[in-house]
């Protein structure tokens, strides 16, 4: 008899692959990490606010179906027409967020420079969509991670990966097109664009969350699923007039109603295990060790 996954025993994946997010952040410094805490808040805002209509809630399942993952536990029925993702589903797009830039920190170098990047610089550093794909793939290797569904780790790996597509397929790192992009890494897209345009970056000065709205909009269906960037603004636009009343930094402009920020709490609560915890803190050298080096031997391959 085929075995129905209620989501339980998607719960311990997560909270791993959670951590492994916050090991990834602890690699990096300054913008980088800021950006990375910032996709995450937006795409967990979005989230847990975004309602999904009946082809987009067909789109998601036939991505999960396409790893023999369940993805009922993933969403919840509104009714026959509307959906939107449970606790368990803003989790996975939360750890997809944490993730999705865990191949950068190898590309510091790049990052660092204080002027806009050579095209050769450029191409370099679009490895790291891959790299983050192949540092979340190699978790599967470690044997001291007890993974339940090894197929989950696999999805939230390309997922985070396909942060960088485009609708039109000009993207990278496959040029996947259309809803060839999984719904998760269409979603990552509209938040990194976001936050990579909101901050300051040593050859450009931070512009301000209505102007990147603007500017993203403009690539509406070239770059961002429209459907799903209209649902995203809307989410974006609604959290941050409930919050102007914390004029300032765009980390208030960004969504932090005291609503979002029990729900953030709430979810923390759920990444707290004893057990768990303490296994993965005995994990962290040799996972920084490993990833490092299938990530440099990558790096080497690819530029020889
Ligand atoms: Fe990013």
Sequence with gaps: MKEVKVGAEYSDDLIQLDYIGDLGMSEMIGLMRLHVQEVTRFTTLIAHKLTLN?????????????????????????????????????????????????????FRSIYRLERSLTDEEFNRQKLHADLTRMIVCSLLLDQRYQWKEPQLVK???????????????????????????????????????LSAIINPRPYQKETPLVTAIEWITRDR????????LDGAIAVIQQERYSAQRFS?????EAGFTQEYS????????????GASSKLLTANKRALMLLNGMIAESLVEKTLA
């Design 262 to 273: 029990d729900m953030l709490n709430n979810i923390s609560a759920v990444e707290i295990d």
């Design 155 to 193: 999805m939230v790996a390309d997922c985070a990966a396909a942060h960088q597509e485009k609708m039109d397929g000009s993207g990278y790192p496959d040029g996947a097109k259309g809803t060839e992009i999984p719904l998760i890494g269409r979603l990552l897209a509209i938040s990194d664009a």
């Design 54 to 106: 009946k082809k987009q809630w067909l789109e998601f399942k036939a991505d999960c179906e396409s790893y023999q993952i369940n993805p009922d536990p993933f969403i919840t029925e509104v009714d026959e027409t509307q959906y939107h993702f449970s606790t368990l589903g803003i989790f996975l797009l939360k750890i997809c967020a944490k993730v999705h830039d865990i191949g950068k920190p190898l």
């Design 221 to 228: 269906g070239s770059h961002f699923d429209p459907q799903l």
């Design 248 to 252: 300032g930094s765009w980390e208030k």
